[in-house]
């Protein structure tokens, strides 16, 4: 069983920096897919960034929202996935989630592709 742990929210000014991380205990994350997504209050949750496991390239996609500021990347050696993401607005404001897609059918974005997820950190960019 995978187990994820996100760490790293908390609250900025507009423009500034945060850098989220993504651990798990037990499988390494490696192994997997790792995507992040994010829930304001009364919306849906969103995609906002993937990486794919390491020996696929680890290829990366980002959300039209953010492409440009954030930035996902992986330190295989501290089992851990990071996102960096600069530039922060108030409409990122918003509870962050990783997530571990063991290679299901879908798009990158669909919250359906992944069968793991952590317990959310809440990232507050204020104007």
Not at 52 to 69: D, L
């Amino acid at each position: 069983q995978l187990q994820l742990v996100e760490s790293g929210g908390g609250s900025v000014q507009a423009g500034g920096s945060l850098r989220l991380s993504c651990g798990s205990s037990g499988i390494a994350v490696h192994f997997y897919a790792i995507g992040w997504f994010r829930q304001a209050p009364g919306k849906e949750r969103e995609g906002v960034s993937r990486i794919s496991s390491i020996g696929t390239g680890q290829v990366r996609n980002y959300a039209a929202s953010v492409e440009g500021r954030f930035t996902v990347s992986r330190d295989p050696n501290e089992n851990v996935v990071y996102l960096q993401m600069d530039s922060l607005k108030p409409e990122d404001t918003a509870v962050y989630y990783c997530a571990a897609d063991p290679g299901l059918e879908g798009t990158w974005d669909n919250p359906g592709k992944y069968q793991y997820w952590g317990q959310g950190t809440q990232v507050t960019v204020s104007s």
